[in-house]
Structures are given as C-alpha cells and as structure tokens.
C-alpha cells in the first residue's frame, strides 16, 4: 500500500444555476492576456448540449483517454507510443478554433468616433485573432439554455448512446447545467502522452501541472485529454490548463471557481487513495465496473493501518486530519452520492459530480402530483428513463443502477426533511428506504444544503518544510509567463515587455488574511488593509480613505518640546526607526 494524498473537488448539479459567475472569476484570474483569448479553464455547459469545444466526447474522433489493447494492458486512446512519436510533427486529431470559437471583441470605437448621420453607428465583431471584421457563430456557452433544441443537440456524442424513445422525449423534459475544469486525473492521459514531459503530477497533492520550461509546443496533450482541457497558447507557443488555483490552496484558500460560486455547490477537499492500486482499477475491462474500481482505490482516512501508512508516507498528520475532515470522502465514499464525469476515459478523474434531481421533480410537478412526496419521486425515477439514462452515459458509463441509487437517496433526504420542516413526526423508514439511518441523512443534508464555508472547504495548508520546492514549481506554471495573468503583461515598450509577476506563497497568506478577518480593517498588517466583504454598508470603512486635513488627529506624536507635530502626506506614522513613512 502507497498512500498519496489528492485535493479533489465535487459539484452539487441541483445547485448550479447557470449564471457563469466561476467562469466569468477564472477568466479574468488566469487567461486574460493574449493567446489565451479562445481559452476557458473553467466553464459551464447545457446539457443536453454539444460542449465547450464542440462533441468533446466524441473519442472515437477526437481520441482522447485510455483504451484498453488486445492484452488488457492500458493504452493510449491516440495509440502506441511510438505512434505518437512518429506522428510528433503533425498531430491533427485535436478540436480547430472552429470546435473552440474565434473569439471576438467589438469596433466601440466607431460609436464615439462616427461622424454624424442618418443611422445610428454600429459596433461591428472583431476577431481577437486576427484583428479583423468577423461573423459570430459560436462561443464557449452558446448553446446556453437552449437544451434540447434539435439543430444543436443532434451532435451529442452522450445523447447518441442512449434509445431512440429517449431522443423523441427529452425535450420536452430536461435540462441542466454541468460546470467544468480539469480533472486532475489519477491516471492523466495528457501527462502520458506529452514526448517532453511537460506535463506532471504533484506529489504532495495531486495537482497536475504544465512545466512551461519544457513545454516545446507538440500538442500531444491537447489530442490526449478526453476532457478537452488543455489548451494551446497561440502566442507562447506552450500548453496551458487549469493549475486548480495551487497558490491559493497551499495557503488553504478555495479556488476562485469556488469561492466566487453563487450557488455554493463546489466542495474542496483532500482524499487519501492507494497509488498501487490506480493501474489496476484503471485497466478494470467492464466499463460499467469503473465506478466501483475507482472508489475501491481511495482509502478510509480513519483506518489505522492507513494512518500508519500515510505518515510513514511523509503525509503531514494535519493532512491525515483533513481527509477525515474531507467533505468529499463522504461524499463519494459514506454517502456515494458523487459520480465521476466518463470513467470510461480511463483517466480516474478527480472531480466529481452529484447528480442533478430536479428534472425528475419538475416532471412530477408537472403532471398536478405531490413533488416531495417519497412515493411519487420513486416512481418517477424507477419509471422514467429521462434524464437517467442520459445522467449515465456521462457519470456511470451507460449503467443507470448507481444514478438511480443517487437520485433514490437525494429524493429520500428531501421528503425526509421536508416532514421535519413542517412540524412533522420524522419517519425512520423514509432513509432505511435507501440504506441510511437519520443520523447520516440529516448530516448529508446539512452537508448538501445549509453547510458553512469551512465545511463545504476543508484544505490543509502546505507546510514550511514543502515550501522551497513549491516555490520552484510556481515558477513552472502558466501563471508567470508571458507576465502572468490580467493586464499584468504590459510594460514601458508595449505588450509582452513588462516583467513577470512573482507567485509569492506571501502574498496570498495576506489574501487568506483578508478573506477571514473578523474587522474591516485588520490591525494585524502595518498598512490597513480594508475588508470590504465585511462592511456593513453604512459610512466609510476606517481606512479606506486618507484623514482629511481640517480632522482631528487624535493619535498625533509631540516633538522633542512637547509641541504636536502634523503627521506626513497621506497620514502614515513614522516607522519603527523613528525616521521616514511608509506609503499607502
């Protein structure tokens, strides 16, 4: 037994509103500057739906994953290695702009610049590509809302899997939201195939990252992730994909995704799994037996065996703690409520997805019946191959007994809780119903529905002694090349000429500080740093502004003859020497 640890992450699919906010946050926070234009690290898609690039999915075009060769020995999808080896200079089995978008901006300038005129003045499309006029025709949610619409759905390579009598119906049933990042995968696809081993996994916590010092730009991984999620910088000439925000989590923030999330249905936390058994969960030759290999390979971080093993491992005892603590582990493995996205792919991916129930309510609504009743959501479910059959192809490998089992016990906890909000005597046999007690339903329902921050967030820091070896890995990540993220690449002699922004694990312990402070502004640091998420609204944070000059200084030091001495410009007191400010 190996025991590595692995920050993971779930999303509660019945919370997710649509609204991109986490897309919108990713954006600006990681691949805002150029060549990254067409570029989502985190985004949201509709399904039924085509995806972000387009019918992603489709492996048998694309190639992406894990297949399994004549011998059972796992194989890449793409093929051998030598193949990839041969075929290194021309690697066409990947998604063109035309599957991403062309990304484009708008001619504003000609609104206030047009001279006068009969028609008002337009703002024609731009391409972000090429600088020229341009047709919009796609993005990367375009087919927002519009699920089950036939001109856009007939591509989806998950909706081409399920029946016939399936495709006649579901539009006029369902539709939901499915955000997406990198998987940060067990066994990454990606990682195998790049010939310059750009590619890594962290061994502290399973990050999978891109080394932009030997990235040489084959592309290789874009053909290898079945997920689509690693992107190619038109401009640096490297691969780039979704760091799962590793600056932040080594000081124990969430991720931006997460923290910016409106609907509150991302969960971060830490698993243990067995590295020795990934390889053989992963070559398991019964598609549909994926599930159950996979959750086979993470560990009961209670375990005393597995304790004793992760800390003769060198897993910190604080991150043993976490696992316990780990909202995902039960999630996935007491509740078994989470379910991977394709484990068919092969790749033991590591961000998990709980299943959304209300199309299966809606339709009960619908036909005039109690929605919350037990009886009437068993039915529904047991009965209606819609949306369960299609929630399969893309969480259990086609097979619809688990996602049957997720949405019996989620149906379960909402008529459990619902006798209970209403006054009601609880009824014990509403979760024997699904093999739980009401101990462990009502702690899954404050998990799913009313968890605070710090149990919907449980990330262990990283500790001093991993410190110089993460601060070497932070300057391997996209995020400083090319002078990092935002507006940040400009210099004195156009774009592309500033400096690189430095990923100091400093800078986001005084984000973290911030972000949790119990004042406005936190006495702690020697410049006031306002927390505005704390403010109540009502006059001006202490701090935000400058003592205008005509106030009162109440905290003025006297001089040498006892007289009152007027604070510098901008009123900062004297260091710590005596002599000088510190500016604000």
Not at 313 to 331: C, E, F, Y
Request: one cysteine or more.
């Amino acid at each position: 037994m190996k025991v590595m640890a692995q920050m993971s992450m779930v999303m509660n699919l019945d919370k997710c509103i649509g609204c991109h906010t986490c897309s919108v946050t990713c954006k600006q926070a990681w691949t805002n500057r150029t060549g990254m234009e067409y570029v989502w690290f985190n985004n949201v898609e509709t399904r039924p739906g085509q995806g972000y690039p387009r019918t992603y999915e489709d492996q048998e075009r694309w190639q992406g994953g894990w297949t399994l060769n004549r011998r059972g020995r796992l194989q890449l999808k793409a093929g051998s290695r030598a193949k990839n080896l041969l075929t290194i200079f021309a690697s066409p089995k990947m998604p063109s702009m035309d599957q991403y978008y062309e990304p484009w901006t708008y001619d504003y300038e000609n609104l206030t610049s047009a001279p006068l005129q009969e028609h008002t003045p337009v703002a024609r499309p731009l391409s972000l590509i090429t600088g020229e006029p341009t047709k919009v025709r796609w993005s990367a949610n375009w087919d927002d809302d519009l699920g089950g619409a036939p001109e856009l759905t007939k591509d989806d390579p998950v909706l081409a899997k399920v029946s016939a009598d399936v495709k006649l119906e579901f539009e006029k049933t369902f539709m939901f939201y499915l955000p997406r990042i990198c998987e940060h995968c067990l066994n990454p696809s990606c990682a195998a195939s790049c010939p310059s081993g750009a590619i890594y996994k962290r061994s502290e916590d399973g990050i999978v990252l891109v080394d932009q010092d030997r990235c040489r730009g084959w592309r290789k991984c874009v053909t290898g992730c079945p997920y689509k999620k690693v992107y190619f910088n038109h401009r640096t000439g490297k691969a780039e994909k979704c760091t799962f925000c590793f600056p932040r989590i080594e000081v124990g923030i969430p991720t931006v995704c997460s923290e910016t999330c409106v609907g509150r249905l991302r969960y971060i936390g830490l698993v243990l799994y067995d590295a020795d058994r990934v390889l053989a969960a992963a070559s398991e030759p019964d598609e549909t037996k994926l599930l159950a290999a996979q959750r086979s390979v993470f560990l009961d971080p209670f375990d005393a065996e597995v304790i004793r093993e992760a800390e003769r491992s060198g897993i910190p005892r604080d991150w043993i703690d976490a696992a316990q603590r780990s909202p995902i582990w039960k999630l996935i493995s007491t509740y078994e409520v989470a379910l991977p996205l394709h484990p068919e792919y092969r790749t033991m991916p590591m961000v998990w997805y709980i299943p959304p129930l209300s199309p299966v309510v809606d339709v009960v609504r619908d036909t005039g019946e109690d929605a919350e009743e037990r009886g009437n959501l068993f039915a529904a479910i047991e009965a209606l191959r819609i949306p369960v059959e299609y929630l399969a192809g893309l969480f259990t490998a086609g097979d619809t007994a688990p996602v049957t089992a997720v949405l019996r016990k989620l149906a379960a906890m909402r008529s459990y809780m619902r006798d209970l909000s209403m006054g009601r005597e609880s009824d014990a046999s509403i979760p024997a119903s699904v093999g739980m007690d009401e101990g462990t339903m009502r702690e899954m329902y404050r998990l799913l529905a009313i968890a605070k921050y710090d149990e919907r967030y449980v990330i262990p820091t990283a500790h001093e002694e991993q410190a110089h070896g993460l601060e070497e890995l932070a300057t391997e990540c996209s995020l400083d090349y090319e002078g990092g993220p935002g507006m940040n690449e400009w210099g004195p002699f156009g774009e592309g000429s500033g400096g690189t922004t430095p990923i100091a694990v400093e800078n986001f312990h005084m984000l973290q500080q911030r972000q949790t402070t119990d004042t406005v502004a936190d006495p702690a640091t020697r410049k006031a740093r306002v927390n505005l998420l704390n403010w109540d609204g009502k006059g001006a944070p202490e701090g935000m502004f400058p003592p205008r000059p005509d106030e009162a200084r109440p905290h003025e030091p006297e001089g040498p003859s006892g007289e009152t001495q007027p604070l510098p410009a901008g009123g900062s007191e004297p260091g710590p020497t005596g002599s000088g400010t510190e500016p604000r």
